[in-house]
């Protein structure tokens, strides 16, 4: 198994630029999640989604969308970056939501410009 | 919604020794305290859990205690190792259908003096 996977893994964006992270998971696991890592400030939900077609705000959710149209995929799109965006972008995965072991991805470093 | 404060930021001891790093949280309904581990330039990985019908659970080094009418729990390791040293994060969240957010504290730096 891949586990989670993440692409691309750096990336740098001119402001008002969009883009599209991507993520999948090989686990069949029904939940998935966006987290956002900044200095100093944890990791802070963005969006998640609890199976496919089911999505749902986070902490954090202003400037993403997310859609799930399969179990496997849980892509984040930047719609309109901004320097505020630039972050440590982590997804994660489990087997049934938030009372379970989650999987994390090895992140995408971003920066916009 | 959930509120997770983590104590200390930072914290330094000596190999072999035992670090403790504490965590309260705010919302009652919340029963999934997990405790992940983040070594420099990796993801994220899950240590230790414990469930709020839970006091205390132990693996090894690495303890966790759990004071549900105080809200708060504490990662406890033994015996540091300078392989213990990376950011620790504690967590809360609840597992039931409607509400599955998990709120992350923002992070202790654990460093082992050899």
């Known amino acids: 198994n891949a586990g989670v996977t993440q692409t691309p893994k750096f990336q740098v964006l001119k402001t008002g630029q969009s883009m599209t992270l991507q993520c999948a998971q090989d686990?069949?696991?029904?939940?998935m999640s966006w987290y956002r890592q900044d200095p100093g400030m944890g990791l802070r939900l963005i969006h998640y989604?609890?199976?496919?077609?089911?999505?749902d705000q986070g902490e954090v959710p202003n400037g993403y969308n997310v859609s799930r149209s399969t179990t496997e995929d849980f892509p984040l799109r930047l719609l309109s970056a901004a320097p505020s965006q630039t972050s440590v972008y982590f997804c994660?995965?489990?087997?049934?939501?938030?009372?379970?072991?989650?999987?994390f991805g090895p992140g995408t470093r971003l920066t916009v410009t | 919604g959930e509120n997770v404060e983590q104590h200390p930021s930072t914290l330094s001891v000596q190999e072999g020794d035992s670090a403790v790093i504490k965590c309260t949280y705010s919302d009652s309904a919340s029963n999934y305290f997990p405790w992940y581990k983040q070594e420099l330039g990796k993801r994220p990985q899950l240590i230790i859990d414990i469930r709020s019908n839970v006091g205390e659970k132990k693996d090894q080094r690495i303890a966790v205690t759990l004071n549900k009418t105080a809200k708060h729990f504490s990662l406890h390791i033994t015996e540091t190792q300078p392989e213990d040293s990376a950011v620790y994060f504690c967590a809360a969240g609840t597992s039931n259908f409607g509400n599955e957010k998990l709120t992350f504290g923002t992070g202790t730096r654990l460093t082992i003096i050899p």
């Open positions: 686990m069949n696991h029904e939940y």
């Open positions: 994660a995965s489990s087997y049934a939501g938030t009372g379970y072991e989650q999987y």
């Open positions: 989604s609890v199976g496919a077609g089911i999505t």
